[in-house]
């Protein structure tokens, strides 16, 4: 009897402890709220920009059996180039690049190839191109390409960034709204821009004139625009 005595105090126990364990998880239950959400958003504002700065690309090339004479022809008409780019005010002036070469046909070196290249980058695009009218009796043009300086681009980036950070906040308060909530906390914000590529203008090579040709008419040329973007993207936290 006292066997059966214990047994059942024991079994007591054990119910009492699991109604303790049931009632305390319904009390967690019913204080336990949710927790406040969180949205996403993405806001964005952009703007043209006219090009103000032009980049020419010019490379004297010669090919012939003599390496030396070769390389004193480049020399010469790349700084009879350089010589008139000079003379232009404003214009940054960038050797890209010398090469020499062996030429080859049929297997059998037949000679060699000099080659040297220039940029040149300024704001003044008509004299630029009026410059490239004379340099081309002697220096192929081998590239052109537009875009916005960048400190004009960085003016333009500022603005857009308060514009899209402005978009942000005004989505931030319908989705507030929108869901019943009367604030939003920021929780994160990251801020992007874009802008400044290079507009490129194909270049048909034509044959070199000789040096004592007249100068060739300078090339007509549209700059064009760029686009400009700011992007803002961040979550926000809701809230009564």
């Not at 003379?87 to 960038?94: A, E, H, N, R, W």
Request: charge should be positive; aromatic fraction near 6%.
């Amino acid at each position: 009897m006292k066997i059966q005595k214990a047994i059942t105090y024991n079994w007591l126990c054990f119910l009492a402890v699991l109604v303790i364990f049931s009632q305390t998880d319904v009390v967690f239950a019913k204080t336990d709220k949710p927790s406040p959400p969180v949205v996403n958003l993405q806001a964005e504002a952009q703007a043209e920009i006219a090009n103000d700065l032009m980049k020419v690309r010019l490379r004297a090339i010669e090919k012939g059996k003599n390496a030396a004479k070769l390389a004193d022809i480049v020399n010469f008409r790349m700084n009879k180039a350089i010589k008139e780019a000079k003379k232009l005010k404003g214009v940054q002036i960038k050797t890209t690049g010398y090469h020499t070469s062996q030429w080859w046909e049929k297997g059998k070196q037949k000679g060699w190839t000099v080659s040297q290249e220039v940029e040149l980058k300024g704001k003044d695009m008509k004299a630029l191109t009026e410059l490239l009218g004379k340099v081309q009796a002697y220096v192929h043009v081998i590239g052109m390409s537009f875009e916005p300086s960048r400190e004009k681009v960085e003016e333009l980036q500022n603005k857009l960034i308060a514009q899209a950070l402005a978009k942000f906040r005004t989505r931030a308060d319908l989705a507030a709204t929108g869901l019943g909530f009367s604030k939003w906390t920021p929780q994160t914000i990251s801020i992007s821009t874009s802008g400044r590529s290079p507009r490129p203008i194909p270049i048909y090579r034509a044959k070199m004139m000789a040096e004592t040709a007249e100068p060739i008419t300078a090339p007509e040329v549209a700059p064009g625009v760029n686009m400009v973007k700011a992007n803002v993207s961040g979550s926000v936290l809701l809230s009564k």
